[in-house]
């Protein structure tokens, strides 16, 4: 009877699992919380919201042109054209988004990929692919991104590679870090040394081991990405109107900033709110994950 009274006490004293560890950690941290709740709310705004608005993104109507926000049927007031800034924010925002996680998805395998491989074999192998990795580093992001948009046409598809091949070097030379120190732990060593081979190892045994940080990694990379879409898109090289991007809808504005700023205001509040959530979210994982970090 003693035993068992031992064992339930020891069970009600145990510690609890990672994963609630993790998620506790992370409700804790309040921008991280209050910036998934905004990422939440913009996911649900630019690809449900368009549905719920009697007006299209497209739809002209120059009777209504330069509408100020809430001075009638349209909330946000309207563009030079008497388009709906809501309905363009929400299309804009599906647009921006979306580049920036099919970005981030693309660039967190390539990086990841090549990071393991560098990581694991190391030698010339790694010494090769990491110095790839620093050359296209060298290259300043914003104006290698402008000099690949010049060669290509401008489109949804195209958008997202471009950033992506911007966007992954970053991942890889975090991934490499990661492996070359778990590549010498003894489950990694025992593993070897039982036989299983090198892509076993990696993806068995020492990618799972350094996922935490390429959740983060992956985290502040949309935020990444769709900044840089913005850019290439203020700039005029990214996506081409009558489409919306927040980026297309700042470089239409700059001529208005004076007689309409809430044509600039907008997007450009939209932008500062997704990248600030994503770097906040990217930060309360990183803290969530490493038990080291213990937010009180």
């Known amino acids: 009877m003693a035993t068992m ?3 339930l006490d020891d069970t009600a004293l145990a510690p609890p699992p990672a994963e609630n560890a993790a998620w506790r950690r992370f409700r804790r941290h309040k921008l991280a919380m209050a910036g998934a709740v ?3 709310l913009l996911f649900l705004g630019s690809f449900f919201g368009p549905y719920l608005l009697p007006f299209d993104d497209t739809r002209i ?10 001075s009638g049927a349209h909330w946000l007031g309207t ?10 924010l929400m299309m804009g925002g599906r647009i921006s988004l ?19 491989v560098a990581g694991y074999y190391g030698g010339i192998i790694g010494s090769l692919l990491m110095r790839f990795v620093d050359a296209v580093l060298c290259f300043p992001t914003i104006f290698l991104l402008l000099a690949l948009a010049a060669l290509v046409e401008p489109s949804l598809v195209s958008m997202t590679l471009l950033v992506a091949a911007t966007a992954w070097m970053n991942v890889a030379r975090i991934v490499e ?22 892509w ?24 990444k990405a769709i900044l840089l879409e913005s850019y290439v898109s203020f700039l005029g090289y ?8 927040w980026g297309n809808m700042l470089n239409n504005a700059q001529i208005y900033l004076t007689s309409a700023p809430w044509l600039a205001i907008l997007p450009g509040l939209a932008i500062t709110l997704a990248v600030t959530s994503f770097n906040f979210v990217g930060d309360g994982l990183r803290d969530a994950l490493d038990p080291r970090m213990d937010i009180r």
């Open 238 to 245: 990214g996506i081409q109107p009558p489409v919306a991007s």
């Open 177 to 198: 870090g990661q492996i070359r120190s778990l590549r010498e732990q003894d489950y990694a060593v025992a593993a070897k040394a039982m036989g299983a081979s090198d």
């Open 98 to 116: 979306s580049i920036g996680f099919m970005a981030m998805v693309i660039a967190v395998v390539a990086g990841t990929t090549i990071g393991t």
């Open 61 to 70: 109507d120059v009777m209504h042109r330069f509408a100020w926000p809430l």
């Open 200 to 223: 076993r190892v990696m993806l068995r045994s020492l990618l799972p081991n350094a996922m935490a940080a390429i959740v983060v990694a992956a985290t502040l990379n949309v935020a």
């Open 5 to 7: 009274q031992t064992l």
């Open 38 to 40: 905004t990422i939440i």
């Open 79 to 88: 563009d030079e054209l008497g388009r709906d800034i809501l309905a363009r």
